[in-house]
C-alpha cells in the first residue's frame, strides 16, 4: 500500500467562467516512509493540493488516498492520522509555547508525555522558551514549534506546505535536518517548496508548474534526463550577452542564472559557443556546467 | 471531554489575555449601567427657568415660591422684561419662562379668574412638553389650595396611580433595555469575532485537519461566553438593586432562566454570524447592523413599538430583544410568572432552536 496516491486530480476556484484552474490533472504516488518533495513557484497549486491531500478541500475531480484511505469519504479518520503544518505560522500566539503544544496533544486525544520521543530533537531546542507566547517567537523558532505541534500524534503521513519559507538560510538547514530524521522514524512526509535548491534534499520530487505536474523522480533523475548541454556565461555586459546567447542558432534557451547566464545548446558546446561569442570581440567567460533543478524545472516548463 | 475542556481552557485564555477583551465584556455591563443610571436620563431634573412678575403681588410670590421649591426647577433670577426673555433662551441660560401679567392676584381675587403664560424652548419637543405640564401641574395644586374645601358643582377630579412605577424611574425601563444590549453585544459580537478570528489566524486549518468534531469546537467556542454573560447578568441586577434602586418583583429564577435562554440565542446567533463571515470586520460589521441597531431601535426599549408605522412593527417581532426586553420586564418589575410570559418564552426559545441549527448547518467541515 502507498502512503499517497493522487490520481487525476483538478481543481479550480470560482463558480462561474473564467475559471481559475488551480489544479488541472495532477496524478503521483508517495511510498511509505518516502521524504517527497513538491517543488514548484507561487501560485504552482502547491497549497491546494495540500489541502485536498489533508481533507480541508474537495476536489473538483480524481481521487486521492491517503495512507489506504479515501481523503472524501474517510475523511474523519484520515483527520486522525495525518499532521499538516499550513504554509502559514498558524498557531495560537497569545498562548505560550507549552499551551500549544498541550493544546494539540489533547485535540489529538494524546500527551506530550506519550509522544514526547518523537518531538524531543526539535521541541527540546525550544523548551527553553516553554513559557514564552507564541508570538513572540523569532521565525525559526516558530517553525519548530508548529513542527512540534503537528507531530504530536505521531502522524503517519505529515504534510508540510512551504515549511522554510520566510526562514533564514542556517534554520533552513536545520529544518531538513529535522526531516531527514523523522523519515528515519519511519513517518512519511510530504513537503512543497519553492526553493529548487531544497529538492535535492527529497528522497523524490515531483515539480509542479501552472496546475501540471511536470516530473515526478529522485532528484538525479530528474537532472539525467536533461540531456542536453549546459554552459554558463559571464560578461561585463550581461543584457547585452543575454540577446546575443538568445539569437545565437545553436542555443535553445538562455535565461540569467545567478552571476551567469546559462545557455541550454540544441547542438554543439563550449567550442561552438566560444568561437559565436568571439566574434562581437567582447569580452567573456565561458565553462560548461551540469544542470540542477532549476535548470530541469525551466527546460520542462518549455515544452 | 478531554478535548472539550482543553478548548474551553484555550478559549479563557484568549479571553483573559487580552485586556480589551476583558474590559469590553466585564467592564461595559457596569459602565452602561452607570452612564444609564446617572448621566443618560429622560426624567427632567432641575431645569432652569426664568419668571417674569409683572404683578409681584402676594399670589404670584407664593407660586413662585412653589415652583422653586419643587425639584423639577430651578429659577433664574435677573429677568424683568420680554427681551431679557428672549435674551435667556437665546443663550440658553433657560428652557422655560413663566410670565405673570399685571394685577395676577388681583384679577384672581376679584373676578376669579387669572391668566399664566408658559413660555417653552420646544426646540426640544420633549423637554418643553414635560416642564409645561410639569408647571400646570404646580399651578393646578395651588388653585385647589386656594379654592380651598369650597365646594363647587360638578367637578370632575382625575386621579392618577402610577402602577409598578410610582416614581416614574427611568432606570424601571433601561435596566431591562440594557441588559438585553450587552447581553447581545458580549455574546453575539464576541462569539463571531472569537469564531472568524480562528479563520484569519489559520488555526482553524489546522482545527479542521484535526480529529476534533466541528460541532464540538462551536460549543467549546460559546461556553466562556455564555458563563461571562452569566456574570453580566448578575452584576447587572446587583448594581440595579443596590445602586439604581430597582427592586426584582418577580421570580429571580425565572429571570435567571429566562435571561440564559436569551443569552443562548445571541450566542447561536453570533456563531452563524461567524459561520457565514471570513473576516473579523464582515463579522463586527453585520452583528453591529443585524443585531445591535435593531436591538437598540426595535425593541421598544428607546423608542416604543406602538407608535411606529406597521412594517417597523412586524419587522420589530424578528428581533429577539423585543421579547426579551418585554420578559425582563414584565418579571422584574411586574413581577409576573412564568404563566404572563409563556408566549414570549416560546418565541424566543423557538428563535434560538432555529439560529443553532442554521449555525450548526452552516459550519464548514472544511475550508471551502
Same mark, same amino acid.
Given at each position: ?303 | ?26 467592564? /461595559?455591563? #457596569? !459602565?452602561?449601567?452607570?452612564? %444609564? =443610571?446617572?448621566? &443618560?436620563?429622560?426624567?427632567? $431634573?432641575?431645569?432652569?427657568?426664568? @419668571? ?43 428652557? /422655560?419662562? #413663566? !410670565?405673570?401679567?399685571?394685577? %395676577? =392676584?388681583?384679577? &384672581?381675587?376679584?373676578?376669579? $379668574?387669572?391668566?399664566?403664560?408658559? @413660555? ?249
Amino acid at each position: 500500500m502507498k502512503a499517497v496516491t493522487v490520481n487525476n486530480i483538478k481543481k479550480r476556484y470560482g463558480a462561474k467562467k473564467p475559471f481559475v484552474s488551480a489544479l488541472e490533472g495532477v496524478s503521483f504516488e508517495v511510498e511509505k516512509g518516502e521524504l517527497f518533495g513538491i517543488i514548484g513557484p507561487d501560485g504552482a497549486g502547491k497549497t491546494s493540493l495540500f489541502r485536498i491531500l489533508t481533507t480541508l478541500l474537495l476536489a473538483d475531480g480524481g481521487n486521492v488516498m491517503v495512507d489506504g484511505l479515501d481523503v472524501v469519504k474517510n475523511y474523519k479518520d484520515i483527520r486522525e492520522r495525518v499532521g499538516y503544518m499550513p504554509g502559514r505560522f498558524s498557531l495560537y500566539q497569545d498562548l505560550t509555547v507549552r499551551e500549544n503544544l498541550e493544546f494539540f496533544a489533547t485535540i489529538f486525544n494524546t500527551s506530550i508525555e506519550a509522544n514526547y520521543d518523537l518531538v524531543k530533537d526539535i521541541y527540546s531546542q525550544i523548551e527553553p522558551f516553554k513559557d514564552r507566547k507564541a508570538g513572540k517567537l523569532s521565525g525559526g523558532m516558530k517553525q519548530k514549534l508548529a513542527l512540534s505541534c503537528a507531530l504530536i500524534h505521531r502522524p503517519s503521513v505529515l504534510f508540510l506546505d512551504e515549511p522554510t519559507t520566510g526562514v533564514d538560510a542556517v534554520s533552513r538547514k536545520e529544518f531538513w535536518e529535522m526531516l531527514k530524521k523523522l523519515r528515519s522514524q519511519g513517518i512519511t512526509i510530504l513537503v512543497s517548496t519553492p526553493y529548487m535548491d531544497e529538492a535535492g534534499l527529497c528522497d523524490r520530487v515531483a515539480l509542479i508548474q501552472a496546475g501540471k505536474i511536470m516530473s515526478v523522480d529522485t532528484p538525479e533523475g530528474i537532472v539525467s534526463a536533461f540531456g542536453k548541454k549546459l554552459l554558463a556565461v559571464k560578461s561585463d555586459s550581461m543584457l547585452h550577452l543575454l540577446n546575443e546567447l538568445k539569437a545565437c542558432p545553436d542555443v535553445e534557451d538562455a535565461y540569467p542564472f545567478g552571476e551567469y547566464h546559462h545557455a541550454v545548446m540544441k547542438q554543439g558546446g563550449q567550442k561552438e559557443l566560444n568561437n559565436y561569442l568571439l566574434r562581437s570581440g567582447k569580452a567573456f567567460e565561458l565553462k560548461e556546467v551540469t544542470p540542477d533543478i532549476e535548470d530541469c524545472f525551466m527546460a520542462l516548463m518549455k515544452n | 471531554m478531554k478535548q472539550f475542556k482543553a478548548f474551553v481552557k484555550k478559549e479563557f485564555h484568549h479571553i483573559f489575555r487580552d485586556t480589551r477583551t476583558v474590559f469590553i465584556l466585564l467592564g /461595559m455591563p #457596569v !459602565v452602561q449601567i452607570i452612564i %444609564f =443610571g446617572f448621566a &443618560l436620563t429622560n426624567e427632567v $431634573k432641575n431645569s432652569r427657568i426664568g @419668571v417674569l412678575d409683572n404683578s409681584k403681588d402676594a399670589a404670584t410670590e407664593s407660586l413662585i415660591n412653589e415652583l422653586e421649591a419643587s425639584r423639577y426647577f430651578d429659577i433664574e433670577k435677573n429677568i424683568y422684561s420680554y427681551n431679557d426673555i428672549e435674551q435667556s433662551f437665546r443663550e440658553g441660560k433657560i428652557k /422655560m419662562a #413663566v !410670565v405673570f401679567p399685571q394685577r %395676577f =392676584g388681583e384679577n &384672581l381675587q376679584h373676578f376669579n $379668574k387669572a391668566q399664566v403664560q408658559l @413660555v417653552a424652548d420646544a426646540s426640544d419637543p420633549n423637554v418643553a412638553n414635560t416642564l409645561t405640564n410639569y408647571a400646570t401641574a404646580v399651578v393646578m395644586d395651588y388653585q385647589k389650595r386656594i379654592t380651598g374645601n369650597r365646594q363647587l358643582p360638578y367637578t370632575i377630579n382625575t386621579e392618577m396611580r402610577m402602577l409598578y412605577n410610582p416614581q416614574l424611574k427611568g432606570a424601571y425601563n433601561f435596566v431591562p433595555g440594557v441588559m438585553a444590549m450587552v447581553l447581545m453585544l458580549v455574546c453575539t459580537l464576541m462569539t463571531a469575532i472569537t469564531v472568524v478570528r480562528e479563520k484569519e489566524m489559520g488555526t482553524m486549518e489546522i482545527l479542521l485537519a484535526s480529529p476534533i468534531k466541528p460541532l464540538k469546537i462551536i460549543i467549546a467556542k460559546a461556553v466562556p461566553y455564555l458563563l461571562l454573560s452569566i456574570v453580566n447578568v448578575a452584576s447587572i441586577l446587583l448594581l440595579s438593586v443596590f445602586v439604581l434602586e430597582v427592586p426584582i418583583n418577580g421570580s429571580l429564577l425565572l429571570l435567571s432562566f429566562e435571561s440564559i435562554l436569551f443569552i443562548l440565542t445571541c450566542l447561536a446567533f453570533g456563531l452563524l454570524i461567524s459561520a457565514s463571515t471570513a473576516s473579523q470586520q464582515t463579522a463586527m460589521f453585520i452583528s453591529l447592523t443585524g443585531m445591535f441597531l435593531p436591538t437598540v431601535m426595535l425593541s421598544g426599549f428607546m423608542f416604543p413599538i406602538e407608535n411606529m408605522p406597521l412594517p417597523l412593527q412586524i419587522i420589530s417581532n424578528a428581533v429577539p430583544a423585543k421579547w426579551y426586553y418585554m420578559i425582563v420586564k414584565d418579571v422584574m418589575i411586574k413581577g409576573v410568572g412564568l404563566e404572563s410570559v409563556w408566549k414570549e418564552t416560546l418565541i424566543l426559545a423557538g428563535m434560538m432552536f432555529f439560529l443553532l441549527a442554521m449555525a450548526i448547518k452552516k459550519f464548514k467541515i472544511r475550508l471551502a
